[in-house]
């Protein structure tokens, strides 16, 4: 199947460790931010998002933590199962003069794979 | 299923020919995006809907694109004169408001798009 995993950065881990995957934007407009997993061949799947005016969110075995003044996401997967292998983007959705349109911009992505 | 829905899943098309896709949102979702992901990269913002009104075209969008949503429900994309460069995925979301203030896209699984 597809690899859209190619030539993306790689974090390793072992089933039941936890992982962090760190994501840099660059907009300081930015307001608004989603965690996306990406599985081979399929569309990106919601899992978390935070608004600029908190530092910390959690949901179900995932954490977001954003830290605006170095402009820095990070998702932390607790307990980390083999069904979590797949890439995984953030996304900032800038606030522009016309409001908040939902358009995204994505990272580069980080491929996680996880060892049974 | 309530989600997003794109067709076909796979296009595969000579160079040159027209090839149009398809996308029905999430009902309730009154925003309908196009994005494009090239292998090993994030997806691209390409346009976006509010209804049936088109409100941004990205520069990656050339002339041989055309984006619809004629009765502010499912849209079509089309390509006219394919070229290799063309091949890509092609993903659609539509978007809510978030109980959080931000505006969420849920993507569907995207149309595969191969220009030989």
């Known amino acids: 199947g597809e690899n859209v995993g190619l030539h993306l950065p790689t974090l390793s881990v072992q089933e039941g460790d936890n992982s962090i995957i760190n994501c840099a934007y660059s907009?300081?407009?930015?307001?608004?931010f989603i965690w996306y997993k990406q599985e081979s061949g399929k569309g990106p799947q919601f899992i978390i998002d935070?608004?600029?005016?908190?530092d910390k969110r959690q949901g179900q075995r995932v954490t977001v933590l954003l830290n605006k003044t170095v402009k820095h996401l990070s998702l932390q997967i607790a307990a980390t199962q083999p069904g979590d292998s797949a890439v995984y983007f953030c996304?900032?959705?800038?606030?522009?003069?016309?409001?908040?349109?939902?358009?995204?911009?994505f990272g580069q992505g980080t491929t996680l794979q996880v060892k049974p | 299923d309530t989600g997003v829905s794109q067709d076909p899943r796979h296009k595969i098309t000579k160079r040159g020919q027209n090839v149009t896709f398809r996308c029905d949102p999430i009902?309730?979702?009154?925003?309908l995006y196009w994005y494009r992901q090239t292998l090993g990269q994030g997806p691209e913002f390409l346009t976006y809907?509010?209804?049936?009104?088109?409100?941004?075209k990205s520069r990656l969008l050339s002339d041989r694109f055309s984006a619809e949503r004629p009765k502010g429900s499912f849209s079509t994309l089309e390509i006219q004169r394919t070229e290799q460069g063309d091949s890509a995925m092609y993903l659609c979301?539509?978007?809510?408001?978030?109980?959080?203030?931000?505006?969420?896209?849920?993507f569907g699984q995207g149309t595969r798009l191969t220009v030989v």
């Open positions: 009902s309730e979702h009154n925003r």
């Open positions: 996304a900032e959705n800038i606030h522009e003069g016309s409001g908040n349109t939902g358009k995204l911009i």
């Open positions: 907009n300081s407009a930015s307001d608004y």
């Open positions: 809907f509010q209804n049936e009104a088109q409100l941004e």
């Open positions: 935070i608004r600029s005016n908190m």
């Open positions: 979301a539509s978007s809510r408001m978030a109980p959080s203030g931000g505006r969420t896209a849920f």
